[in-house]
């Protein structure tokens, strides 16, 4: 019957992936062959057609707008308030006459100086005297290294001054043409006006200062020369001001009125070669043919089923958990086929940019955090061959596309709150943006480079929907993720905030169970997070009785030593049941409840079972067991063995690490022995790596502590009491 063959997983799976499969079908196919135009470029019209309606000329109207925009640029550049001061051209000025200066200077110290004549007062040094030779051959270094054309007089003056005159002409030539070229606009016309007012501003740069002034017989030939070494750098300093000039060109194309293609108007007509304009205005005005493309349908088809099996094949190979499990595949499912939507809706826009906008990282991420990141990584190329079907196979848009997916799963691989998300969106329109710059440079599509901040965006809206969808799908498909998992982790969540007040010692009990089970769980590739926050809340049934569990006892007195040994044991055991029913009422995730129902298995309570036997009374074993059931994953089976490992260690009296080791291993394997870890996936292998972790975090918190000295100890108090306080 239907109903029988309904109950077969099998048959459910076939159907479920069926329905995904023809919705994704479906999206494709609704509007997304592209139209047949009745007339392509290069053809030859065979009949006159006319506007039906008034539109933009959109080819024509942009060519204007780019011819009015160079116009106006070229014509702004005979505007001299359209141009700056290149700072470079001071700087070029200043290294010349640098090397100039230091040139001079290692000249100078092998030229032979003038004696004064007996008698005479020297006042700054002798005066050097340069020979012919030497003069030549500084200008022709000079000409060789700056450019520069310095003539023999200004060479003299510079190898013939005392060292009072060089160093106010290096101080004079440099300072001038420094503020010159730094300060003042000059353009090629402006040169001889500046040239004749160095030579008239050059005494006050000579004389000012801070050095001793120029002895008189050398002031004129030292004024000469910094007119000449000012003259000699002097270079039009303006280039165009880039912003004014695209402000201009923008300014330009806007006041542009866009030619119009007025109803009625014939666009083509009969034995007219269609061209890029024509083809352009016929498919604005809407007059292209609809024909029916059953090759494409038919390829459509074939490639989406081509990338179904893909997914089923690794599912089969890797994920067979998600096979197994109907709300994974209908999550699955669910996310291929929203992010297909999202594609053929912006598809829909006629905007050559939109190809950039497809957001599949978004469901990259979505399936890293709730599902597995190598899965997300297959979805991601699948979407990449549909965003290739959309986008009439452009390269660029399939490389953006996913570039962006695969950053998405390696951003959000590690997340320990909800605003990772957004940094996981920021580090995927990083990667969009500099996807779409390298395929740029290296098409040399400069088109497509002016399209680059659309991967910024991209990756941001991912990260918003990413941080919308996740709250609801996680409580649609019962999912708990990391990051579902940290929020229930933080202590002022109502469960644990009660077990912190109401049951402190077992708080505090849990959380070094938690420690134990995170650190060992990582040590055989379990979930370390999963097994840290189940171990927080793996006793939270004991809040209905706390006072009848011995580590929230304060008095020495124990309640059950008045009770009857059954009836201890049934208290004990209904914490389990007690734990389910609050965790049920606060909605804490099934796999938190699995924590709760499995952290005893089947174990025997042995302690009243034992007293028991010891009042000679006639007992059934499974009477003093927990209900169970055993552990089923890696991670209840660690919290299993963490909480029996802590509360034996915590009952040592002196906790030695050799005892501690002796003592886990002997619990471990008296739960193997026992069964209760028969049905997790433990190996015994993986159960000698979770001793060693049981033992070095058991080991940092027992400890053994140095004695503080009695004396010591009273002069730290006194310190406390009479030292400065802050």
Same mark, same amino acid.
């Given at each position: ?11 459910? /799976? ?17 509007? %997304? ?156 016309? !402006? ?53 004014? &000039? ?28 269609? +061209? ?57 499912? &669910? ?47 699948? &979407? ?37 998300? +957004? ?11 500099? +996807? ?79 420690? %134990? ?11 370390? %997070? ?7 809340? /793996? ?20 309640? /059950? ?124 292998? !993986?159960?000698?790596?979770?001793? /060693? ?28 009491? +009479?030292?400065?306080?802050?």
């Amino acid at each position: 019957t239907i109903g029988g063959l309904w109950k077969k997983d099998t048959v459910r /799976h076939w159907v479920l992936a069926s329905i995904v499969y023809l919705t994704l079908v479906g999206i494709l196919l609704a509007n %997304l062959i592209p139209d047949r135009a009745e007339l392509r470029v290069g053809q030859v019209a065979k009949r006159d057609i006319a506007a039906p309606k008034t539109i933009i000329n959109k080819y024509q109207t942009e060519q204007l707008k780019q011819e009015q925009a160079e116009i106006a640029a070229q014509q702004a550049l005979q505007n001299p308030e359209n141009y700056v001061i290149d700072p470079k051209v001071a700087t070029a000025a200043r290294e010349k006459l640098g090397l100039v200066f230091d040139r001079a200077r290692q000249l100078r110290s092998s030229v032979e100086p003038v004696n004064p004549p007996e008698g005479a007062e020297v006042e700054s040094g002798p005066v050097l005297a340069p020979t012919a030779g030497q003069i030549a051959g500084f200008q022709e270094e000079i000409q060789s290294e700056t450019a520069l054309a310095i003539d023999r007089p200004t060479i003299r003056v510079l190898l013939s001054s005392s060292y009072q005159g060089f160093e106010r002409l290096e101080q004079a030539a440099v300072t001038m043409a420094d503020e010159l070229l730094g300060t003042v606009k000059i353009g090629q016309e !402006d040169l001889p006006q500046i040239v004749q007012r160095v030579s008239e501003q050059v005494d006050g740069y000579l004389v000012g200062g801070e050095l001793e002034a120029v002895p008189q017989a050398e002031y004129e030939p030292l004024t000469n020369a910094v007119a000449s070494l000012v003259d000699s750098v002097l270079r039009p300093n303006l280039i165009p001001d880039e912003s004014k &000039l695209q402000d201009i060109r923008n300014a330009a194309a806007a006041a542009v009125e866009p030619v119009m293609v007025l109803q009625g108007e014939i666009v083509v007509r009969r034995g007219d070669v269609i +061209t890029r304009e024509k083809a352009q205005i016929l498919k604005d005005l809407g007059l292209q043919r609809r024909q029916t493309d059953y090759l494409a349908m038919v390829g459509i088809a074939g490639v989406v089923l081509l990338a179904s099996v893909f997914i089923g094949v690794y599912l089969w190979q890797h994920q067979r958990e998600v096979i197994a499990n109907e709300g994974l595949m209908a999550l699955l499912g &669910l996310l291929l086929i929203i992010s297909v939507f999202l594609i053929k809706i912006l598809s829909l826009i006629t905007w050559e940019g939109v190809g950039y906008l497809v957001p599949i990282s978004f469901a990259a991420m979505l399936i890293t955090l709730l599902l597995d990141s190598r899965l997300a990584i297959m979805v991601v190329v699948v &979407l990449g061959f549909i965003v290739g079907i959309v986008t009439g196979f452009q390269l660029t848009t399939v490389a953006t596309a996913i570039a962006g997916g695969i950053a998405g799963v390696f951003s959000v691989g590690r997340v320990s709150q909800r605003s990772d998300v +957004t940094r996981a969106g920021f580090i995927v329109g990083a990667t969009n943006f500099f +996807t779409i710059v390298s395929m740029a440079l290296a098409t040399n599509n400069i088109f497509i480079l002016r399209h680059s901040y659309l991967g910024m965006i991209n990756g941001i809206f991912s990260a918003i929907l990413t941080i919308g969808l996740l709250p609801y799908l996680e409580s649609l498909f019962g999912i708990t993720s990391s990051i579902k998992l940290l929020e229930l982790s933080n202590p002022n969540r109502p469960l644990l905030r009660r077990l912190l007040l109401e049951a402190p010692g077992t708080y505090h009990h849990s959380i070094i169970v938690g420690n %134990l089970a995170e650190t060992a769980s990582e040590a055989v590739g379990g979930d370390g %997070l999963l097994a840290r926050v189940g171990a927080n809340y /793996h006793d939270i049934g004991k809040l209905k009785r706390p006072y009848l569990f011995i580590e929230n006892q304060i008095s020495a007195e124990n309640p /059950h030593d008045k009770l009857s040994p059954s009836l201890s044991t049934l208290i004990i055991t209904s914490h389990v049941k007690d734990g389910l029913e609050l965790a049920k009422q606060y909605k804490l995730p099934p796999a938190l409840l699995d924590f709760i129902a499995q952290h005893h298995g089947e174990d025997l309570v042995k302690f009243f079972h034992h007293k028991a036997h010891e009042a000679g009374l006639e007992v059934d074993e499974n009477d003093f067991r927990y209900p169970g059931p055993k552990p089923q994953t890696k991670e209840t089976a660690i919290v299993m063995l963490a909480d029996s490992v802590e509360a034996a260690v915590r009952s040592l009296s002196r906790p030695t690490p050799g005892r501690i080791e002796g003592l886990v291993r002997k619990i471990i394997k008296t739960r193997l022995g026992d069964g209760q870890l028969d049905e997790s996936s433990l190996t015994l292998k !993986d159960l000698d790596k979770i001793a /060693h972790a049981f033992v070095q975090v058991l080991g940092g918190i027992f400890h053994t502590r140095v004695e503080y000295p009695e004396s010591a100890l009273r002069e730290e108090l006194v310190k406390g009491q +009479t030292g400065p306080r802050g």
